[in-house]
């Protein structure tokens, strides 16, 4: 493999994304240089792409979701050997701030992210990134399920700050890769009903066959009364992965009394919250934001164990130079998840 210039994927501005070629960049003392083998389109580069992610604006390089293989390690980065396949945890925290020092790295003060932002994102032939943040992929572990491990631990992460779910009724908004996420980690940590919503059918029945006990369409206006129905009472969590301002309020009627709303999707646009509902019926408004170690590790037990169906969630693939196809096909919001795939790299 030529080292000294790579394939490297832009989203150069609103709408607008190209391949373009350009020197790999030096190996920092702390970095590993990786070989990209897959990488995910992810809902928050549709939302840069178009402008409307609330941090993330064009130019960036895109690529977070991503899995290659280690071809030089720096100085510095131990612990590591060149040949492993890795997947970057992208989150790039201080190490030293209040949230840094008291296990919440994942919003660190000083935050940087790998392929959101950053001056290095994985949807290239070559890309360094701190060695630290790298994470094994086990034995076993073919790249449909390597991939996987980012975009599960996010889910993860929002039942962690849940609580203990084991026989709660959950709610689930969005049926898309997160919601289908969700489902499986609220599968794995016990709920006892679970029911999803979307606007799609081709999603909602996505759902139930992979073990949703029910699904509501959410574009029923009295999606709430129907998700109730569906449950038998007020769900005890709902989790938004579409983060909106009518599934915000929604979500906060399904819960009516004590219960907890999660917003693990990114919203694309300030929403109202109806503030004495939630202060009269005591509901807690969580906000969920990527991952920590803890969630990677775990979503690698869950893909390990078989809690994901991989062949399921990946329903297209696009080599490096066909990414603006691939980005247009994920826009497009009927794909669950979209690959690019290095040349030559079979998935499984």
Known sequence: MDTHLRRRVKVSAPGVVEVIEEAVPELRSDEALVSLRVAGVCGSDIHGMHGSHPTMKPPYFPGHEVVGVIEALGAEATGFSVGQLVTPEPTLPCGYCKM????????CENLEFFGCGFREGGMADLFTVRASRLHIIPEGFDLRMAFLIEPLSTPLHAIRLAGDIRDKAVVIIGCGTIGLLMLAAAKAHGARRIVMT??????????LRLGADAVVDSGDADVADAVRAQLGETADVVFDCVSIQPTVISAIEM??????????????????????????????????????????????EII???????????????????????FAAAAGGDQIKVLIVQDGVELG
């Open 304 to 326: 390990a164990a078989g809690g994901v169906d991989a062949a399921h969630m990946i329903t297209s693939t696009y080599p490096l130079e066909e990414a603006a196809e691939a």
């Open 198 to 207: 979307d606007v799609l059918g081709s999603k909602r029945e996505g759902a």
């Open 100 to 107: 840094c020092s008291t296990g919440r790295s994942n919003i």
């Open 255 to 300: 819960v009516q009394r004590g219960g907890i709303v999660v917003t693990v999707g990114v919203p694309s646009r300030p929403v109202q919250i109806p503030l004495f509902v939630l202060q009269d019926r005591q509901v807690r408004l969580q906000g969920s934001a990527t991952y920590v170690r803890e969630d990677y590790v775990r979503a690698i």
